[in-house]
């Protein structure tokens, strides 16, 4: 069982930044890949970033130049750097743990970001 809690929402003016945390514990061994999705209202749920386990990152086209996704492997803590936020950011932004060894999935409870023009 791995356990995802995120940190950093809020609300911010258009133009501004915000660092989103998501620390995990429990059986953290098996996490191969740790990303970050949003879901805003009305819309369906949307992959923003993700770091593997080997330091890899992929940023959907609508964040990338603006985000930076990095992992403190020790403290198992992964980190979304966001700048130039836009409205359409708004969302609230879940952690996703990818556990290969288990074939399973795991997510946070979510927290808000919310960009005012």
């Known amino acids: 069982q791995v356990q995802l809690v995120e940190s950093g929402g809020g609300l911010v003016q258009a133009g501004g930044s915000l660092r989103l945390s998501c620390a995990a514990s429990?059986?953290?061994?098996?996490?191969?890949?740790l990303g970050w999705h949003r879901q805003a209202p009305g819309k369906e749920r949307e992959l923003v970033a993700f770091i593997t386990s080997g330091g890899v990152t992929y940023y959907a086209d609508s964040v990338k130049d603006r985000s930076t996704i990095s992992r403190d492997i020790a403290k198992n803590i992964m980190f979304l750097q966001m700048n130039g936020l836009k409205p359409e950011d708004t969302a609230i932004y879940y952690c996703k743990a990818a556990c290969m060894v288990e074939g399973k999935d795991y997510w946070g409870q979510g927290t808000q970001v919310t960009v005012s023009s």
């Open positions: 429990g059986d953290t061994n098996c996490i191969s890949v």
